[in-house]
């Protein structure tokens, strides 16, 4: 028998979300097993952190880790749009091994993880015929998986049916022990082919039972319309939470009418929706000259409807995107702005967005800060000095967390 009470104790913090006093946190083989004011007991370890924010984890619904760390290889992209980006990495994923896939992908993560983020959602690119990018992240959510959880998207990145060899790529990608089915129906190359791969998605979602992430109209096109596509699918097939459509930047150039009709359907779906406000305010209204549009979905309109609405980051370095350190509130903060999200119950779900909507999205069970839950959490410098807007400090300040716990240990960051 142990003389401590706890593995770890945390003195004096404040929870997300809370106004009471001060409480303390006891965690005990991994788990939180007591939350009071001035716990009893000692801790093996005890951390005093007074008056800070404790928070649970930040979540990456979605980034790319395959490409990540690759900006400028084997070139710049000079016109800064989704296109170029997606050739210069098809020029650099011919040279790609497990080695330097595994390699990238595991720094990034220990990036992010410095940033508080536990939980990460990452597309593999199933486009190349040896599926080495997908073998490297399946080997990387083993290897990391003690001290962060990683989701792995089977990401056909040209399109399922734009070769004849790629359907049956991402078939043997789900078999390889993909976690979630991906796609990209407006770059098929026609929009009946977009149509029928939502189809196949859904279909092999349901033969495997996987969950459904689409990258899905990430263009400035008003005509680009698979959301609906996949509403429509989630509707008859009762997938609901499981199915998430990614960035639906496209939704930020359709008439008002539609918009209005596809939300009606949306919140009849259930469907998770995410937008990469860092990666589509730099991406989209490239095509554009004056008006030029921001081209992020409508985050706050669908938010208001009650939908499940995530960030994520997309890109950190890449052909798309040089820039970006894996931190969500780099993303939460930006979020706000070309969202317009500046009230505070607005910027408060835009830190929900990279938190709690997040884990929804990934389909987390194991996730918060409460007793009996798995002890993963932030322990972030923000005081409450505003009447307890403790997320818009957090927000305003970006700051790096003081201490990350994972899954009952404190992580060296
Ligand atoms: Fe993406």
Not at 13 to 23: C, M, R, S, T, V
Not at 65 to 75: C, F, I, K, Y
Not at 354 to 362: D, F, P, Q, S
């Amino acid at each position: 028998m142990s003389q401590f009470a706890y593995d770890l104790v945390l003195r004096g913090g404040k929870l997300l979300g809370e106004n009471q006093d001060a409480i303390d946190i006891g965690i005990r083989d991994k788990k939180i097993i007591a939350i009071a004011s001035q716990l009893e007991g000692a801790g093996n370890i005890e951390l005093a952190v007074s008056g800070k924010l404790i928070s649970p984890p930040f979540v990456e619904s979605h980034v790319h880790l395959d490409s990540a760390l690759t900006a400028g290889e084997p070139r710049w992209n000079e016109s800064g749009t989704l296109f170029e980006g997606i050739q210069i990495w098809g020029e650099r994923k011919q040279g790609i091994t497990l080695a330097d896939v595994k390699q990238r992908a595991i720094e990034t993560l220990k990036q992010q993880a410095s940033y508080g983020v536990l939980f990460v959602r990452t597309h593999a690119d199933v486009s190349e015929p040896n599926l080495i990018a997908l073998q490297a992240l399946l080997e990387v959510r083993e290897k990391v998986k003690d001290w962060i959880t990683v989701q792995v998207v089977a990401f056909p990145q040209d399109g399922i049916y734009s070769q004849p060899e790629n359907e049956a790529l991402l078939v043997k990608a789900v078999e390889m022990g993909a976690d979630v089915v991906g796609g990209i129906p407006h770059y098929e190359l026609t929009r009946e082919d977009g149509v029928r791969s939502v189809q196949r998605i859904f279909e092999l979602a349901q033969q495997y039972d996987r969950l459904i992430d689409i990258h899905c109209d990430e263009i400035d096109d008003d005509q680009s319309r698979f959301l609906e596509v996949v509403a429509a699918c989630a509707i008859r097939t009762g997938m609901g939470s499981k199915v998430t459509a990614s960035h639906t930047t496209a939704f930020a150039s359709y008439n008002n009418a539609y918009a209005l009709k596809l939300i009606g359907f949306l919140q009849r779906a259930k469907i998770n929706l995410i937008a990469n406000p860092l990666i589509n305010i730099t991406l989209q209204g490239r095509t554009d000259s004056y008006p030029k549009r921001r081209g992020v979905t409508r985050v706050k309109e669908l938010w208001q409807a009650g939908l499940n609405v995530s960030f994520g980051h997309d890109c950190i370095q890449d052909p798309w995107y040089s820039l970006g350190t894996g931190n969500m509130l780099d993303v939460a903060h930006m979020g706000v702005h070309v969202c317009q999200m500046t009230g505070t119950s607005e910027i408060d779900a835009c830190y929900d967005m990279v938190t709690r909507n997040g884990a929804k999205t990934l389909n987390l069970v194991d996730y918060g800060v409460e007793v009996g839950k798995t002890a993963s959490l932030v322990v972030l410098d923000v005081r409450d000095t505003y009447g307890g807007k403790q997320r818009y400090n957090a927000i305003r300040l970006r700051s790096r967390p003081l201490y990350v716990i994972s899954q009952g240990v404190r992580l060296e960051i």
